[in-house]
Each structure stands twice: as C-alpha cells, then as structure tokens.
C-alpha cells in the first residue's frame, strides 16, 4: 500500500515491516486491534484493519477515552471495483460501533479516498509533524 502511494522509501518500509509484527501481537492481544483478509480461494484479496487508540475527550465527542482508527486498508489491483473495499470500511466501521466508539479516523490515499466519503468520512484540519532529526 505505501509503496503504491509513493510517500515511502523502500528502506523506511522495510524497517516498518520488521516492527510492524511485534506491534500488531502486542495489540491484537490486548483486543485493540482487530483485522480483516478478503481472500479468493488462497489469494489475499484484500485486508482492512481497526485500531482503538486512547484518545482524550474532544468536542467531537466529549466524553469519550477512546477513538477507533481504520490502517492497512488495501485491496489488490485485480480485485478492484468489487466492492471489497466499501464491505471492508463496512465491517471496521461496525467494528467501532460495537465498541461504542463514536470517532473514527483514518488516513486515506487520494485514490482510496472517494470510498470513505461515500460511507460518511469527511476531511480534518489535521496536520503533521515528521521529525527528521
């Protein structure tokens, strides 16, 4: 996926992937992460992934702890245009509900992008800070 959006040098991704493993253990046993595999007979077809990070009371919702984040989303070139990635934001977004999460982000690339706004996901103001020291 990043290395389709072309934001990413090969050497951070790798580096990402070597500690993206232990990451997701960590928080799949804790019940904070939850994912998804689309699969056409042995073939991965797609992938979505929930995260519930703490997060303080917002005016979005002023009472919460937490927000769900959707992460990982991906669906391959061939699958594309079936659908699988509306069921995938379906199911994470179901995933947040049944949490009683009433905030929901992501992070989506301009050619996913129109997908979440169909289910209802609008832009922010936020911005980032990539510390390179």
Not at 45 to 65: C, N, V
Not at 82 to 88: K, Q, T
């Amino acid at each position: 996926m990043f290395a389709e959006i072309g934001d990413s040098r090969p050497e951070a991704l790798e580096t990402m992937n070597r500690h993206f493993a232990p990451w997701l253990e960590r928080m799949m046993t804790a019940g904070r992460y939850v994912g998804w595999i689309v699969e056409d007979g042995t073939v991965a077809a797609g992938s979505a992934g929930f995260f519930e990070l703490d997060w303080p009371p917002h005016p979005f919702d002023p009472a919460a702890a937490a927000r769900g984040y959707l992460l990982n989303f991906w669906v391959e070139p061939a699958y594309r245009g079936r659908g699988l990635a509306r069921s995938l934001v379906r199911e994470a977004v179901a995933e947040s509900r049944r949490r009683g999460l009433r905030v929901t982000a992501l992070h989506a690339s301009a050619a996913g992008r129109h997908v979440y706004v169909k289910k209802g996901f609008h832009s922010s103001a936020e911005m980032l800070f990539i510390d390179t020291v």
